[in-house]
């Protein structure tokens, strides 16, 4: 059976006490998990945040990104190990908060290009990274879950066969895939055969509209994302990330300039919509 969870980036960007009560409404509503956004984080909170996500029974997973002086494909050798610094660290977070996985785009930098498309020896730093942030990652019993992005934040991985080319040429067991319905929405030609694709890889699945609001509401092809799930049997999470100015230095970082919808009618109108989709594709 797949799980439901919600990325509370829709509040804040912060990992602090003050998320208690809305963790305390997510688990009333009947999601099973919740995501938090880890870059920056500090461990004390964390481990407050985290402890109080295993009272509720709430599992914890984690997303973060890496920029420009942290970017994994820089030729500076000294730019990648401050890359796989932040990857670690982002990792020791989600230990302190009890997370099983850490996903987002930690393949390369968000928001940074170059003049030219990926390059093979850009896919082979990356790969090292990873590699090496996979077997800290090993020791602590967590997941890594890079993902594509679509081409205005990002250049290496946009699709799920770049993606995948990424997670072959890493090798590592504890180094998978997150699929992004709005990002496919951008990049892939169908999502069937993106996720078909990726199925070897893949662990977790982020359920985002094409506005960022909430799932369901928007023109995003789910029923090809549920019914393609059901056929390569996933039963990972189907976490909902969704965003709004509540904290605006994150908006303003991530270019969100309007609210699409408020953010307790998306946790709460897109977990209706998921379990609906689940049973109407058996999932």
Sequence with gaps: MVKIGFNVLAWTANVTEELFPTLDRLKKIG????????????????????????????????????GKDT????????????????????????????GNLLCGPIHSAHNHFEAHP?????YKRAA???????????????????????????????????????????NHPNVRAMFD?????????????????????????HIS????GTPGEGHIQFDDSFSTLKKIDYSGYLTIEAFSRNDPDFANAIGVWREY??????????????????????L
């Excluded at 990652?137 to 990002?154: D, S, T, V, Y």
């Excluded at 509209?209 to 960022?212: A, F, H, K, L, V």
């Excluded at 919808?261 to 058996?282: L, R, S, T, V, Y």
Aim: glycine content about 6%; overall charge negative; proline content about 2%.
């Design 261 to 282: 919808n408020a953010p307790w009618d998306i946790a709460e109108n897109g977990f209706k919509f998921i379990k609906m989709m689940c049973e109407k594709h058996h």
């Design 31 to 66: 999601y099973d998990g919740v995501e938090f956004f880890v870059g920056g984080a500090e461990s004390e909170n964390c481990k407050k945040v985290g402890q109080h996500a295993k009272e509720l029974g709430l599992d914890v997973t984690t997303v973060t990104v890496v």
């Design 128 to 170: 090292e990274v990873l590699y090496e942030a996979g077997d800290y990652a090993k020791q602590a019993g967590i997941i890594l879950g890079p993902e594509a992005l679509n081409r205005f934040e990002c250049y290496l991985c946009n699709t799920m066969e770049q993606l995948a080319r990424l997670l072959k040429e890493t």
């Design 71 to 98: 970017n994994p494909i820089n030729a500076s050798a000294t730019i990648r190990s401050a890359g796989l610094d932040a990857i670690k660290t982002a990792i020791d977070r989600t230990y302190d908060l009890g």
């Design 181 to 205: 319905t709005h990002h496919a929405n951008m990049e892939e030609k169908k999502f069937a055969s993106a996720i078909e694709t990726i199925a070897p890889y893949l662990h977790h699945v």
């Design 118 to 122: 990926a390059l093979d020896e850009e």
């Design 209 to 212: 509209e094409n506005d960022r």
